[in-house]
């Protein structure tokens, strides 16, 4: 990653900002766990402040808006684990778990304060102000490491990260009025409601399907989810 405000990592990302940061609309891809600065999230469910050494995790497949707040004459700080479902799968398969049940609790999970999962992040820290870079086998240990830690601490964790199922036709009208201020491309809105588009149809004409499923306040701009 080019940016100096960004090391990653491996799946371990740190980010350090002076100033305050309005993040752009993100596709969340991955389970993602944080520790972090105090940060404003926007979701489908509202906005969520989040103090100053909060700890979370957003659930793959999910939109989300961030402004990163640094304290006054400080710095912004976060630590991000991402949680591939190929990395899970793997984790399931050598510790022959049972099948998990499809979750259906909120994408955005702040964490109870925990010495255990604090510690862990802390431990994370050292590696990023060094020159000497942590090594796959011990990148594998800490996301290991992670998941123990998350299924120790809550119970439906368990499906929250093992649920592998995906979004098969959900309502797409009642998922566009929950998500149009997210601007994002048409192609991501298809995989969230588990759609193809189909590419011998001209993009126009998908655009047109999905923008006029928007509210009508919407209707009026010219780029999807931009605000008018």
């Known amino acids: 990653m080019d940016d100096k405000?960004?090391?990653q990592i491996n799946n371990l990302l740190f980010s350090c900002f002076c100033e305050k940061q309005r993040g752009h609309e993100q596709f969340v891809p991955e389970h993602?766990?944080?520790y972090a600065g105090e940060i404003n999230l926007q979701t489908n469910e509202g906005i969520r402040i989040l103090k100053e050494g909060s700890i979370g995790i957003i659930r793959r497949n999910h939109l989300?808006?961030?402004?990163?707040v640094p304290?006054?004459?400080g710095e912004f700080r976060s630590i991000n684990i991402f949680?591939?479902?190929d990395f899970l799968r793997r984790y399931s398969a050598e510790n022959k778990q049972a099948e998990a049940g499809k979750y259906t609790g909120s994408p955005l999970r702040p964490l109870s304060p925990d010495p255990f999962i604090k510690g862990y992040f802390d431990s994370l820290l050292p590696w990023f102000n060094s020159s000497e870079q942590l090594s796959g086998m011990l990148v594998d240990l800490k996301t290991k490491e992670a998941v123990e830690l998350l299924l120790r601490t809550e119970p439906d964790f368990y499906e929250f990260l093992f649920d592998f199922s995906e979004p098969y036709k959900i309502d797409l009208e009642d998922y566009m009025n929950r998500h149009y201020?997210?601007?994002v491309p048409v192609i991501q809105f298809?995989?969230?409601?588990?759609r193809?588009?189909?590419i011998t149809r001209p993009m126009a004409a998908a655009k047109a399907v999905i923008r006029s499923l928007l509210p009508d306040k919407r209707k009026r701009s010219k780029t999807i989810g931009c605000v008018p």
């Open 83 to 85: 949680l591939s479902q």
């Open 71 to 73: 304290p006054p004459g």
């Open 190 to 194: 298809a995989k969230l409601t588990g």
């Open 181 to 183: 201020m997210f601007n």
């Open 64 to 68: 989300i808006k961030s402004v990163k």
């Open 32 to 34: 993602s766990l944080g």
């Open 5 to 7: 405000n960004y090391i």
């Open 196 to 198: 193809s588009l189909n």
